[in-house]
């Protein structure tokens, strides 16, 4: 069964961090391209990363840069998304998602789809 799941999310008070996971199944990610995305209640999706196939290009939307950072586990086919110094505004329901052939770049506009998305997992930053 080819699918994504995602994990780590939940309750943090701002300043805190959390760990986003996101284990493939069916298939290998290794040079994937690989897309995280966020949605906030009455927002639109956002897109926060997205790294292009085989490594050529990374972007990190201002919102998160010099916080969030993507991370690979080959071996267990995972990728991570770790979030630091997390502020309210980071509430969101996040997803993850991978393409075979995938373009990013450095406005956050991709060229190509994602094949693959995660069911999503809530983070909510609060005190």
């Known amino acids: 069964q080819v699918q994504l799941v995602e994990s780590g999310g939940g309750l943090v008070q701002p300043g805190g961090s959390l760990r986003l996971s996101c284990a493939a199944s069916?298939?290998?990610?290794?040079?994937?391209?690989i897309g995280w995305f966020r949605q906030a209640p009455v927002k639109e999706r956002e897109v926060i990363l997205c790294i292009s196939s085989n490594n050529v290009s990374t972007y990190y939307g201002d919102s998160v840069k010099g916080r969030f950072t993507l991370s690979r586990d080959n071996a267990k086919n995972t990728v991570y998304l770790q979030m630091n110094n997390l502020k309210p505004e980071d509430t969101a329901v996040y997803y993850c998602?991978?393409?075979?052939?995938?373009?990013?770049?450095?406005?956050?506009?991709?060229?190509?789809?994602?094949?693959?998305w995660g069911q999503g997992t809530q983070v909510t930053v609060s005190s």
């Open positions: 998602a991978t393409a075979y052939t995938l373009y990013c770049s450095d406005d956050g506009h991709y060229t190509g789809e994602f094949d693959y």
């Open positions: 069916g298939f290998i990610i290794d040079y994937d391209a």
